[in-house]
């Protein structure tokens, strides 16, 4: 078996079947032996099982896993019989854990950046074509400013951070790689699970309740929106993203399903506070204000983050409730 087989079967089974750079992205993190050993670990499996699937001792199976489980090619399930280890998933996934994997270089970020210039956008239109539901919504800005509407545990990032058991922040995989907005990087709060996994991976470091809201009011003032997953659960992520380097949203919102869902809010503009400044045009991601003689929200475009509300000095702009529900049940 050659070592381009092997490393394209992996990205066949990740989705990416016709891509030319992820096979060379994974062959930038491990040899042959260590792309069929993260093979075999589909279905989930034991060491043991794991040298009998590859023929590989099970001491020499050992000492591969964890620096596999650091570059986010391996992951581990934790039962009351004992760990299972399991290979990345998809292509989404592999994108987050491995950007992260340590003594990354320059070169390596390379190739990730060539992907999304040349193919990402592609392989996200397949995702989205195929989803039944979005992955991840907005969810509107609560601590540099409070909206003036009711705001439910499961979308306000103040509740989400009092409810969690445990914090920590990673880099934001998509600025690692691109950056060239200049936004802050530290920025992916990291919640419960995703936390521990972050931690033990060594990719991020933890923070207190009240370190994460200080971190997350920088976000707004900043102008980064707060994604989550698209469940009304805890979830395990609030992502602050950026307009221009950050992958939920590669292209404008199109009918049906989008892998980012919108808030349940939309910016409303006081006309009689409005003094058409212009400040709240480029805090909006979505090209979703205009400015004649005041500020106009286009609804169908506002996903409800409420960014433009934060810096604007007359307080002419709040959010109103204009949609039903939209996450996906647990």
């Known amino acids: 078996m050659s070592e381009k087989t092997v490393f394209k079967q992996?990205?066949?089974?990740?989705?990416?079947?016709?891509?030319?750079?992820?096979?060379?992205?994974?062959?930038?993190?491990?040899?042959?032996?260590?792309?069929?050993?993260?093979?075999?670990?589909?279905?989930?499996?034991?060491?043991?099982?794991?040298?009998?699937?590859?023929?590989?001792?099970?001491?020499?199976?050992?000492?591969?896993?964890?620096?596999?489980?650091?570059?986010?090619?391996?992951?581990?399930?934790?039962?009351?019989?004992?760990?299972?280890?399991?290979?990345?998933?998809?292509?989404?996934?592999?994108?987050?854990?491995?950007?992260?994997?340590?003594?990354?270089?320059?070169?390596?970020?390379?190739?990730?950046?060539?992907?999304?210039?040349?193919?990402?956008?592609?392989?996200?239109?397949?995702?989205?074509?195929?989803?039944?539901?979005?992955?991840?919504?907005?969810?509107?800005?609560n601590i540099a400013l409070e909206p003036d509407t009711r705001i439910a545990p499961f979308e306000d990032v103040k509740q989400i951070v009092a409810d969690a058991r445990r914090l920590a922040v990673t880099p934001c995989t998509c600025r690692v790689v691109e950056g060239d907005c200049g936004k802050s990087i530290e920025v992916c709060i990291q919640i419960d699970k995703a936390a521990d996994y972050a931690l033990e991976r060594e990719s991020g470091r933890e923070l207190t309740k009240d370190e994460t809201l200080e971190m997350l009011k920088k976000c707004e003032e900043e102008g980064l929106v707060h994604t989550v997953g698209n469940t009304r659960g805890l979830g395990h992520i609030i992502c602050n993203c950026c307009e221009d380097c950050c992958i939920n949203w590669p292209g404008p919102r199109k009918p049906g399903v989008n892998f980012a869902a919108p808030s349940r809010f939309t910016a409303v503009v006081d006309e009689d506070l409005c003094t058409a400044c212009e400040e709240c045009l480029d805090r909006c991601h979505f090209d979703a204000i205009t400015v004649d003689d005041i500020a106009l929200i286009d609804e169908e475009k506002c996903m409800g983050c409420g960014l433009c509300a934060v810096t604007c000095d007359v307080e002419a702009i709040s959010l109103k409730e204009i949609r039903e529900e939209a996450f996906v049940p647990e």
Do not use: C
């Open 10 to 141: 992996l990205a066949e089974a990740i989705g990416a079947p016709d891509s030319v750079m992820v096979p060379k992205i994974i062959e930038a993190l491990i040899d042959e032996k260590e792309a069929g050993l993260v093979m075999a670990a589909s279905p989930p499996a034991t060491i043991e099982e794991l040298a009998e699937k590859t023929g590989l001792p099970a001491d020499e199976v050992e000492s591969m896993i964890d620096p596999l489980f650091k570059k986010g090619l391996i992951f581990k399930s934790k039962k009351p019989d004992g760990i299972r280890y399991y290979r990345v998933r998809h292509l989404l996934q592999f994108h987050d854990a491995t950007i992260l994997a340590p003594g990354a270089t320059e070169e390596f970020f390379d190739l990730w950046r060539e992907y999304h210039k040349n193919e990402f956008k592609e392989d996200h239109a397949k995702i989205e074509a195929m989803l039944p539901n979005s992955v991840v919504r907005v969810i509107p800005v």
